[in-house]
C-alpha cells in the first residue's frame, strides 16, 4: 500500500472523517502502512485524512527520552472521543500536511479519551504532556481541523503569505 501525504491548502483535509464500522484486513493494511510512512516522515502522529482515507484512524509514537520512536510506543486509535479535559498548555507544534511551519498552539493539558483498536476492542486512554497535545492535535484532522485554523487572524494572515512564497519556491525550484 503507497501513501502520500495530502498538504495543505488541499480541500480533501477539510473533510469530516467517518466512524470505522467494520475491523478487518482492509484497516489492517492501512495501519501497517500508515505507521511506517509516519517515522519515515519524520511525525509523532497521523491522521488516516492525512493519506487520503477520510476514516477515523490515528497512529500515534511519542519519542522517548532518548528520541527514538519503538514500535511499542506505537498507539493506533479507532473512533476517538474525548471524554474529559483540563488544564491549558502551550506548545509549538508542527504538521505533516504543513510542512515547515511550526507554531505556539494553546490546547488541553490533560485528556482523557475512548476508542477502539483494531480489532474493535474498546479501550480508555488518560493522556497528559506531548501525548495529549498530539492525540487533540491528530482528533482535529478527523474534524477537518488544522492547527493553523487556531492562529489569531493576523498570525494566521502572516502564515497564508509565508505558506504561498514556499508553495511558489517549491514549484520553481522543481
Ligand atoms: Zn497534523
Known amino acids: 500500500m503507497k501513501l502520500t501525504i495530502v498538504e ?3 480541500r480533501k483535509l477539510r473533510e469530516k472523517s467517518k466512524k470505522v464500522e467494520v475491523f478487518d484486513e ?17 511525525g509523532i502522529g497521523l491522521a488516516a485524512i492525512q493519506v487520503a482515507y477520510a476514516t477515523q484512524v490515528l497512529v500515534l509514537n511519542i519519542p522517548d527520552e532518548d528520541g527514538e520512536q519503538p ?13 474529559s479535559k483540563n488544564g491549558s498548555t502551550v506548545y509549538q507544534e508542527g504538521c505533516l500536511s504543513v510542512p515547515s511551519f511550526y507554531e505556539d498552539i494553546q ?4 485528556i482523557s479519551i475512548n476508542y477502539q483498536d483494531r480489532d474493535g476492542n ?3 486512554l488518560d493522556a497528559d504532556g506531548l501525548l495529549s497535545i498530539a492525540i487533540q492535535h491528530e482528533i ?6 488544522l492547527f493553523i485554523d487556531k492562529l489569531s487572524y493576523s498570525r494566521r494572515k502572516k502564515f497564508e503569505k509565508e505558506y504561498k512564497r514556499m508553495l511558489k519556491e517549491k514549484k520553481s525550484s522543481k
Open 26 to 42: 482492509k484497516l489492517h493494511k492501512l495501519l501497517d502502512a500508515m505507521h511506517p510512512f509516519m517515522i519515515k516522515t519524520n
Open 140 to 145: 482535529d484532522h478527523l474534524d477537518g481541523i
Open 71 to 83: 514500535k511499542e510506543n506505537l498507539l493506533e486509535i479507532i473512533n476517538p472521543v474525548i471524554t
Open 122 to 124: 474498546t479501550k480508555t
Open 8 to 10: 495543505y491548502p488541499d
Open 107 to 110: 490546547r488541553s493539558e490533560t
